[in-house]
Nanobody
Framework: QVQMAESGGGLVQAGGSLRLSCAAS????????MGWFRQAPGAEREFVAA?????????YADSVKGRFTISRDNAAKNTVYLQMNSLKPEDTAVYYC??????????????????WGQGTQVTVSS
């Protein structure tokens, strides 16, 4: 059973940066895609970004395009990162990483991911 563990959340001022990490363990994530979702209080969990096995496909939500960058370690491919720049108060949420087999538009959908982390809180103050 694959386990996902996020780290790197915290409190930051608007305009600042944070880098989230997520490591998969307990099994292989070959050839899964890995993604980031977030959930603000009272809101649905929403797609943020994803990266396929090769790293050649990296879709982003419109709200984070140009500010966030997803990447994956080149060796074992079991760690995914989310570099978040120019953070805004509306980015405040619990951020979850996930792994699953998806392609194309399917990577935007929560139900295509089989393994989830517990989440890490990101708070952006104004």
């Amino acid at each position: 059973q694959v386990q996902m563990a996020e780290s790197g959340g915290g409190l930051v001022q608007a305009g600042g940066s944070l880098r989230l990490s997520c490591a998969a363990s307990g099994g292989t994530v070959n050839p899964y895609a890995m993604g980031w979702f977030r959930q603000a209080p009272g809101a649905e969990r929403e797609f943020v970004a994803a990266i396929n096995w090769s790293g050649g496909y990296t879709p982003y939500a419109d709200s984070v395009k140009g500010r966030f960058t997803i990447s994956r370690d080149n060796a074992a491919k079991n760690t995914v990162y989310l570099q978040m720049n120019s953070l805004k108060p509306e980015d405040t949420a619990v951020y979850y990483c996930a792994a699953g087999y998806c392609s194309g538009y399917g990577c935007y959908k929560r139900n295509n991911y089989d393994f989830w982390g517990q989440g890490t809180q990101v708070t952006v103050s104004s």
